[in-house]
């Protein structure tokens, strides 16, 4: 399994996240094969998954990509400095647009990497993000402070899947009403929030295309 997401608890539609990455992923910055469809789903709500939990309103933007091929070198450069830098962070079009919002929260996943983080934006300013990779090194920011561990000593998280529930847990400021039994599946529930959405193809061959619909992943 693999997904990049983010939730926002604001509406957000396809137009929204043109206008929020249109402007910073200039046509410089993209990788001559790159491809990105965008799926979103919502409004929905965690009790809707987990009764209990929050009846509070959340949409997800689903990304479809490679990453390797999204930005040219000489959008790594633009994109990949600072804090990201920083903080080993995964370059994704989630956290662009995170920033351009100023609220919300990304989660990237990957079976075959190993990689879970989290990452949150609240009153547009970097809250929290924690990132697993390959069990090999663990990268924890504040917001200001960044601590790495490699090889990790403890994750009090316990794994991939709890350091989702750990994300959202802290992004929603509510914990979730998720039964132990339960953890284990939560990447296939995030994951799958966009299974069955309509999926939009906003570049393709290297070019910002608007308005193209597609239908499969």
């Keep these: 399994m693999e997904f990049g997401q ?13 206008g929020g990455l249109r402007g910073l992923i200039l046509p410089e910055f993209i990788h001559k ?13 965690p009790a809707d998954l987990w009764p209990g939990s929050l009846e509070r309103v959340v949409w997800t933007v689903g990304f479809a990509l490679r ?15 600072g804090s990201i830098e920083r903080r080993l962070a995964p370059l994704h079009p989630a956290e662009l647009l995170v920033r351009s919002l100023g609220n919300g929260l990304v989660t990237l996943f990957s079976d075959g ?29 504040d917001g200001v402070e960044v601590e790495r561990e490699e090889p990790p ?18 992004w929603l400021t509510e ?26 193809t906003l570049i393709q061959d290297g070019e910002w295309i608007v308005g193209e619909d597609v239908t499969q992943r």
């Design 6 to 18: 983010l939730h926002v608890q604001e509406p957000l539609d396809v137009q929204g996240v043109i």
């Design 113 to 141: 990497g190993g990689l879970c983080y989290v990452m949150s934006w609240r009153e547009r300013h970097l809250r929290y993000s924690l990132m697993l990779q390959d069990r090999v090194r663990v990268v924890r920011c």
């Design 33 to 45: 094969r790159a491809e990105m469809k965008v799926g979103i789903a919502g409004p929905w709500r």
């Design 67 to 81: 990453r390797e091929l999204l930005f040219s070198t000489k959008g790594e450069q633009r994109f990949g400095g």
């Design 153 to 170: 000593k403890k994750l009090p998280e316990g794994d991939r899947s709890g350091m989702l529930r750990i994300g959202l847990e802290r």
């Design 175 to 200: 914990p979730l009403r998720l039964a132990p039994s339960e953890e284990m599946f939560l990447p296939d529930v995030i994951g799958g929030l966009t299974d069955h959405v309509e999926w939009h």
